[in-house]
């Protein structure tokens, strides 16, 4: 069974940049389209990036211009680099399959002050 896990969060002041990274077991990140999800308290979990096996990206709104997602095939990973933190990114994020879903890692919190 494939296992993700996520790792780079921390606590950073609004502005301020992070990258996650997820690593997976198996060849996942070479035959599946992936996405980096968060939740926020109280809220529910969305996909707020995803990027294909040819490499083509999409984001929602939210963090257009300020995130960027990429994977490296060859080592079964996958980042988010994101900058310009704002206090709404803060969220437990995680990493999984666009389609399809496999089960969640622990996620990785991330929390923006202001």
């Known amino acids: 069974q494939v296992q993700l896990v996520e790792s780079g969060g921390g606590l950073v002041q609004a502005g301020g940049s992070l990258r996650l990274s997820c690593t997976g077991s198996g060849s996942i990140f070479k035959v599946r389209a992936m996405g980096w999800y968060r939740q926020a308290p109280g809220k529910q979990r969305e996909l707020v990036a995803q990027i294909g096996l040819g490499g083509s990206t999409s984001y929602v709104d939210s963090v257009k211009g300020r995130f960027t997602i990429s994977r490296d095939n060859a080592k079964n990973t996958m980042y988010l680099q994101m900058n310009s933190l704002k206090p709404e990114d803060t969220a437990v994020y995680y990493c999984?399959?666009?389609?399809?879903?496999?089960?969640w890692g622990q996620g990785t919190q991330v929390t923006v002050s202001s």
């Open positions: 999984n399959t666009v389609y399809s879903l496999l089960n």
